[in-house]
């Protein structure tokens, strides 16, 4: 049995959670709704305060969907609730990242300027000159636009410059050795 599909999801005051046909699950929350179609097969009961997902049988497939499900409408009602966020840093001699309205313009190193603009649903801030924070009700739109930010310049292994995630630890290797 799959360990998480088997947990129940507890739906917080202020949230609804909605079923319709073909599993369309619809979340409302304080901070936004979020609308997802779910795995037919799944079978998704809201009880009270509580939403549980079961399988209709032990195929692998089903075992796979199961605690996927799960996992997908619990991060829905948290996305809701407290939203998500990723937070990025840009290290390097004369990399900065600065805000202007809607758009991100990052220095990078490169001969021009890279201009990113903020999709829809999402919040990009700016703290300093190197800390870029991706916030959002959506799990998975923060983390692809945060993938999509640090893509611009990945941190390199010598000295480390280039973007990464706060939390991230970039494997660090030895330069070329000096002659004797």
Request: no cysteine; hydrophobic share 35%.
């Amino acid at each position: 049995m799959s360990r998480i599909g088997r947990m129940p999801i507890a739906i917080p005051a202020g949230v609804t959670v909605e079923v319709a046909e073909n599993n369309k699950v619809t979340v409302k929350g304080p901070k936004g709704t979020l609308e997802r179609v779910m795995a037919p097969e799944m079978e998704i009961k809201v009880e009270g305060a509580e939403v549980t997902v079961s399988r209709p049988n032990d195929l692998k497939r089903m075992k796979s969907l199961h605690g996927l499900t799960r996992t997908l409408l619990h991060n829905m009602v948290v996305g809701v609730t407290e939203g998500f966020q990723k937070v990025l840093e840009v290290n390097g001699v004369g990399y900065r990242a600065a805000k202007q309205g809607k758009v991100l313009n990052l220095s990078l190193g490169y001969s021009h300027p890279v201009e990113m603009t903020d999709p829809e649903g999402l919040e990009v801030v700016v703290e300093g000159q190197n800390k870029i924070i991706v916030k959002g009700i959506d799990k998975e739109k923060v983390g692809q636009y945060a993938a999509e930010i640090r893509d611009k310049r990945r941190p390199e292994p010598y000295k480390g410059k280039g973007i990464k995630y706060a939390d991230e630890h970039i494997r660090r290797k030895v330069g070329k050795a000096g002659k004797k």
